[in-house]
């Protein structure tokens, strides 16, 4: 028998598989990069996705800027709009710290007192051009990248690479940023 119900039960059986490997994946600690440079990662980054949470919920536009302190600690500074990319600006700020231990893929972020957050690099561009940032909890997940679009190609590869990490891409929700100005004429 090699009729249209076998086709089903073994595209069943696949699908059901595949969902087996997600959830084992889900279940594994949370992987961070190796390492990363800590200048290098510093400046301004584009958010390209992210899970959606309440903090942000309605922002468009999202940059976040990252500068090294004398100190040690990371200035982390949050520019967004409001509804629209010419909406009302809005700016949060935070302090964060490298992890002990971590090679600085592991940092603890925190926008006000007493409440810390941890900030993964589990992902990350070899030319530092994109970053994902994730936690170990998998509730929360950012895509960032150096410019405001990401090339069709790079972001389903980082997709790929978010579900071996146990994250599901589908919840990923894109942000909006501007589109960048088209070249002028050189007459």
Known sequence: MTGP???????????????LAYAVDADQPLRAVPRVDLARYMGDWYEVARYPNRHQ?????????????DDGTIEV???????????????????????????NAKWTVQFFWPFKAPYWIIDLG????????????????WILCRKPQMDPET????CKRLRQQGYD????QRTPQPKPDPPKDAS
């Open 5 to 19: 119900i076998w086709r089903r039960i073994a595209l069943g059986a696949g699908l059901l598989a595949a969902g």
């Open 57 to 69: 919920r309605g922002l468009v536009g999202v940059v976040a800027s990252y500068r090294l302190n």
């Open 169 to 172: 891409p589908a919840k990923l």
């Open 126 to 141: 070899k030319d530092y051009e994109y970053a994902v940032v994730g936690q170990p909890k998998r509730k929360y997940l």
């Open 77 to 103: 500074t949050n520019t967004a709009r409001k509804g629209r990319l010419d909406g009302e600006q809005e700016i949060s700020t935070a302090s964060a710290w490298v992890n002990d231990g971590s090679n």
């Open 155 to 158: 972001y389903a590869a980082i």
